[in-house]
């Protein structure tokens, strides 16, 4: 019987679970208790086996993504910009990247230009990341150059910055500054003229340090600083000036020129005083000197003891018609060349009234030797040359006197040629002794 029982209890606990909704909630009964926990604690296993089961393949994925690395970022070097320093240096300097992951270990700082000769053998140039700026040296002259950086950390290299501005190197050489302004001079006294001037247009890269001015036709030159006028002096009376004005930089070539209007030297008043000459009594004067090779008369020997200074000089006297100024080398007196004699020197004149410059040249020629024993000439523009026999001269007169004088007393015959501003003088600008006579020609011989 218990064993029917138990076959009983089973089939009964079999038919309750399959009755379990309709069974009471709040039963009791030990049977169906147990069967009701064991179904679901059955359920639960299963529920939470198939929890777990999603979970591990929905879990696999994230547990990829966690153990991948993190993405690095390092952005561009920002505002590059470029100096000159020097002739031939640039500075180039940076701002840091924006964005860095990782510390910044050194920038990567490129040369470039638009002419291709211009790069550098070393054209890459890597600097600490602590520093944002880097010299470029030894770079060639009258080229452009720009330049772009890179940020370098452990495991990145960032983009290449934006280009920075273009820098032009100047060959300080070939630089010339633009020529002063408003130049103006004006006579001051005798003998100074004071000049007057504005800075030149500034250009970009040239420094001025002074100007210097010429006077011209003297070519005198005057070096100042960096001033706006000054006094120059040595001016002679009867010229007519231009002065030059140039910018001097601190390195290159002067400036073109700036000049002034033309200014004047008032002339001198010249008063020509001779001592008076007692003329022995006069014969018969030609109006005109003759054209034979002796072109003035000779007089008969005269014995002139003053003369015989050695046997080998002639005493005869010079021809009475050349004795004495000429009478027309006096106030007023006409442009020309006046020639006499003392009776032992024989004396030469170039004279122009006018402050318009002309230039009296010659030679004067003894049939033996014809020392010179004086003259008055301006070093600047006029000169002699004096040889054994010849003496060659040749004077700038403007409103002033040039002379020479020779020891004429070895002399017989004195050849004479004369020119004006290089063309033979005219025969009426050529006066000879006391009377001024004139010659026929530009070359003519005195004689005694």
């Not at 064991?38 to 086996?49: D, E, F, K, Q, W």
């Not at 004149?349 to 033996?368: A, C, F, K, L």
């Not at 020891?407 to 020119?419: A, E, M, N, P, Q």
């Amino acid at each position: 019987m218990k064993t029917s029982h138990l076959a009983d209890d089973s089939i009964a606990g079999q038919h309750q679970n399959q009755c379990m909704p309709t069974s009471p909630v709040g039963s009791t009964s030990p049977v169906r208790s147990t069967s009701l926990s064991r179904l679901i604690a059955t359920t639960l296993v299963l529920t939470m086996s198939s929890a777990v089961g999603i979970g591990l393949l929905t879990s696999t994925p994230v547990q990829a993504q966690a153990t991948t690395t993190p993405a690095l970022v390092l952005s561009a070097p920002q505002v590059v910009q470029a100096q000159q320093v020097r002739d031939n240096e640039i500075r180039v300097s940076w701002l840091p990247p924006q964005l860095a992951s990782q510390p910044v270990q050194n920038y990567r700082v490129q040369i470039l230009s638009n002419s291709a000769d211009a790069i550098p053998t070393t054209n890459l140039l890597t600097v600490n990341g602590n520093t944002t700026s880097v010299n470029f040296r030894n770079l060639k002259l009258d080229r452009t150059y720009f330049f772009t950086v890179q940020a370098q950390s452990a495991n990145v290299i960032s983009e290449v910055s934006q280009p920075s501005n273009t820098v032009e190197l100047p060959n300080p050489a070939n630089l010339r500054p633009n020529p002063p302004t408003n130049v103006t001079a004006a006579i001051i006294g005798t003998e100074q003229a004071s000049v007057s001037w504005l800075p030149p247009v500034a250009k970009p890269n040239v420094e001025i340090k002074g100007y210097r001015l010429t006077t011209s036709p003297s070519s005198r030159k005057t070096d100042v600083g960096l001033v706006g006028s000054t006094l120059i002096s040595g001016l002679k009376p009867g010229f007519s000036y231009v002065v030059f004005v140039q910018a001097i930089p601190k390195s290159g070539s002067l400036s073109d020129i700036a000049s002034s209007a033309v200014i004047s030297v008032p002339p001198k008043i010249v008063r020509i005083t001779q001592p008076p000459v007692t003329l022995p009594p006069p014969t018969q004067a030609p109006t005109t000197l003759a054209t034979t090779t002796t072109i003035l008369p000779l007089p008969s020997p005269v014995d002139v003891p003053a003369l015989k200074v050695a046997s080998r000089c002639t005493s005869r006297a010079w021809n009475p018609t050349l004795l004495g100024v000429p009478r027309q080398l006096a106030a007023g007196a006409p442009a020309g060349v006046y020639i006499w004699t003392d009776g032992r020197a024989i004396h030469l004149r170039t004279y122009n009234p006018s402050v318009t410059p002309i230039r009296i040249s010659g030679s004067v020629t003894g049939q033996t030797t014809l020392p010179v024993v004086g003259f008055y000439l301006e070093p600047d523009s006029d000169s002699v040359s004096k040889g054994r026999t010849t003496t060659s001269f040749s004077f700038l007169n403007a409103y002033d006197i040039d002379s020479l004088r020779f020891d004429g007393r070895c002399i017989t015959k004195l050849t004479v040629r004369l020119f004006i501003n290089g063309q033979p003088i005219q025969p009426s600008q050529v006066f000879i002794g006391g009377n001024g006579i004139n010659p026929t020609s530009s070359a003519f011989v005195l004689s005694r």
